[in-house]
């Protein structure tokens, strides 16, 4: 996402890179609150590669004013390595979105280790101005929301891997004894059960702790390419008019 100018009262243009569920729904709140929003894609599977996002940002820097502001909506590449790919690391943050983005009304504000608090401070007044609520987090693997909500899914398949519930059990179990709107399993499929490993696996490998381990039956079902509701199973199967579960 690009602005064009320092000050919010002088926030006329947003782009937005990646025109997915996230970009679309970013694109979209940013539509209402009044910014001219353009949108491109480039296909949403590249763009959650890495080494996509980094030359994606070295194609975007000579076409940027020395003024424009860079955010990405990354959940697990560490901010401070995707500002080194461009000439402007001060002016570089991440705004992490939820999902689905008109719904929910959280942003986590991730600084890198350049960004400066002018940077800090106007996107905090952008993610109010689209009427979300900002937290600030610290720019380490899956940030605030992820680092606490996907180990507890990864639990959850364990804890089915295991025989401990079944599907309905487990989520059963947890939206009336936790009040969780939406069950742990059902939450995944909700999620993607590819994005819940992929970011499993950066929790993993970023803090080298073995309570991060992906479940291998998480793996197996993201290798049968059961990933949720996208491909209408995972851990249900959702061909029916009703969610089936498929343990």
Request: charged share 20%; glycine share 8%.
């Amino acid at each position: 996402m690009t602005a064009g100018s320092v000050s919010l009262d002088g926030l006329r243009r947003i782009g937005v890179i990646g025109a997915g569920q996230m970009g679309a729904g970013i694109a979209h709140v940013c539509a209402l609150a009044g910014f001219e929003v353009a949108l491109t894609d480039v296909g949403e599977e590249a763009l959650e590669r890495e080494e996509i996002k980094r030359e994606i940002f070295k194609k975007l820097i000579p076409t940027l004013k020395p003024e424009a502001l860079i955010a990405t909506n990354t959940s697990s590449i560490s901010i401070t390595r995707l500002a080194s790919s461009t000439d402007r690391p001060s002016k570089f943050i991440g705004m992490h979105f939820m999902n689905p983005v008109p719904v929910m009304s959280l942003v986590e504000l991730i600084r890198g280790i350049a960004t400066d608090e002018e940077t800090f401070a106007l996107t905090r007044d952008l993610a109010l101005k689209l009427g979300k609520t900002p937290v600030a987090a610290e720019d380490f693997p899956a940030f605030i929301v992820n680092r606490i909500l996907l180990p507890m899914i990864n639990e959850a398949v364990y804890t089915l891997y295991e025989g401990v519930g079944s599907v309905e059990a487990i989520d059963t179990a947890m939206k009336l004894g936790a009040n969780h709107p939406m069950g742990p399993l059902e939450l995944a499929d909700f999620i993607g059960l590819d994005t819940c490993l992929a970011i499993m696996q950066v929790l993993y490998e970023g803090l080298a702790d073995s309570k991060y381990r992906p479940c291998p039956l998480l793996v197996k079902y993201v290798e049968a390419g059961w990933l949720g509701r996208k491909t209408s199973r995972g851990f249900y199967d959702y061909h029916g008019e009703k969610p089936v579960p498929t343990r």
